[in-house]
């Protein structure tokens, strides 16, 4: 499952335009792009979520959400280098 910037922002809980404030500003967090869009994958949602730093409650309903995401993320595979 491949999600938007927008759908990626309000999965986290933030504003557009602060998610691509934090990818413009933070150049070692890398995004994959399909049809000149950015894409998210679960893993790199969560890796998001970490750099917001959102509330545990919401991080942990992300991991619930995304449980293969989660399982990888606590091993430390993912595609967003924080």
């Known amino acids: 499952m491949m999600y938007t910037t927008a759908e990626a ?3 986290i809980g933030v504003k557009y335009y ?11 967090l890398d995004v ?3 049809n000149y869009r950015r894409v ?6 969560l890796a998001l979520a970490k750099a ?4 545990d409650e919401k991080f942990k309903a992300l991991a619930t959400r995304f449980p293969e995401a989660a399982k990888a993320d606590k091993q ?3 595609s967003i280098n924080n």
């Open 52 to 55: 917001f730093k959102v509330p």
């Open 9 to 11: 922002a309000d999965l």
């Open 32 to 34: 994959n792009r399909f």
């Open 76 to 78: 430390g595979e993912h």
């Open 40 to 45: 998210f994958t679960p893993n790199d949602v």
């Open 18 to 28: 602060q998610l691509t404030y934090l990818l413009r500003t933070h150049k070692e």
